[in-house]
Structures are given as structure tokens and as C-alpha cells.
């Protein structure tokens, strides 16, 4: 299962988030409340997470009983120069670029970032590792998980179909 982690005060601002090791804010830790019981109903064995803060503290709130592996691989996309600003801070300020990762979003690199090309090859292992394993809770970003569901479910980075998760949900993977 891939669950991404609660909300951030950069989140709720909607700034891009992926170097920065922000906490939890107030409202992430009241999502853990919710989050917590809605996987109880699973059977996990253990858990894997990204080395980021937000991330971490997510699973000490929601499955502390769990055995956890740290997973660098795990880490969001890179925004890179890109990081803490807004949508709206790159339409005014780097228009082109933008349309760049609208026409591209799988290879566009924000100025000293990463592409999501270059993440899936990072992330490529982890989903290895992760094929047919139903018991594992993977706690993550929303774009590396993008692109760790993409990877499970033999689909291209490109497709569509799958849906960026919001800070405290997460789905159950089939293949």
C-alpha cells in the first residue's frame, strides 16, 4: 500500500515541497488521527519510508508498531530552484519553463532539480522489491509515489491514470 504523508505548512500553501524537511504541521498531525484507524484494517509487517521528516513523523503517528526501513530511494522529485515557491510564482516568473513541464512533465528538470525520468530510475529497485507484496505500508511523496504506482502497475510514466495522492491518503497497489 502507498500512503502519502500528512500535511506540511507548505502543503496547505500549496508550495512545492521536496528538499526541504519541513514537520508535520497541526493539521498533518490531526490527519494521522483519521489515517491511523482507516489502516488498522490491514495486516502490514512492516513499513518503508522516506528519510524526510514529514515522512517519518507520519509513521510514528500511524503505525508505530511497525517495523520500518528508511528508503533514500524515496525522496520527492527535486524541485530544485523551484523549491518553496508556488505555481503561481513560476507562471509570473518562469513562464517558459512551466510550459515546458506542461508539454513534457516526465523529462522537464526545474533549474537545478531532477525530472521525473531521472527519479523512476531511482525508484525502479524499490518497485522491484515491492512487486507482489501485499503486506508492506510505503510512506512517501506525492510524486515518487506517482511514480512508484506507476512502475508496480507496468504503466508508462506519461499515463493518466493514476491520481496524485493528497497529504494523508493512500491506495492499495494491484498490479
Do not use: Y
Not at 512545492?16 to 504541521?25: A, E, N, Y
Not at 497541526?26 to 528519510?51: K, M, N, W, Y
Request: charged share 30%.
Amino acid at each position: 500500500m502507498l500512503c502519502r504523508h500528512a500535511a506540511t505548512e507548505h502543503n496547505l500553501t500549496k508550495r512545492f515541497l521536496s528538499t526541504t524537511d519541513l514537520p508535520l504541521g497541526r493539521h498533518g498531525r490531526t490527519q494521522c488521527d483519521g489515517l491511523r484507524e482507516a489502516l488498522r484494517l490491514f495486516p502490514f509487517e512492516r513499513c518503508i519510508v522516506s528519510p524526510m521528516r514529514r515522512c517519518l513523523e507520519t509513521r510514528e503517528l500511524v503505525a508505530p508498531q511497525l517495523s520500518f526501513v528508511i528508503e533514500p530511494a524515496l525522496r520527492e522529485v527535486d524541485f530544485g530552484s523551484w523549491e518553496g515557491k508556488t505555481l503561481e510564482w513560476a507562471e509570473a516568473n518562469a513562464p517558459q519553463l512551466l510550459a515546458h513541464r506542461r508539454r513534457d512533465p516526465v523529462r522537464f528538470r526545474p533549474p537545478q532539480g531532477e525530472s521525473i525520468e531521472e527519479a523512476a530510475q531511482r525508484l525502479q529497485s524499490l518497485a522491484d522489491r515491492l512487486r507482489g507484496d501485499e503486506t508492506t505500508l510505503v510512506i512517501g511523496h506525492r510524486i515518487a509515489l506517482g511514480i512508484l504506482e506507476r512502475l508496480l502497475r507496468a504503466l508508462p510514466l506519461e499515463s493518466q491514470d493514476v491520481a496524485g495522492l493528497q497529504p494523508a491518503e493512500f491506495r492499495i497497489v494491484a498490479e
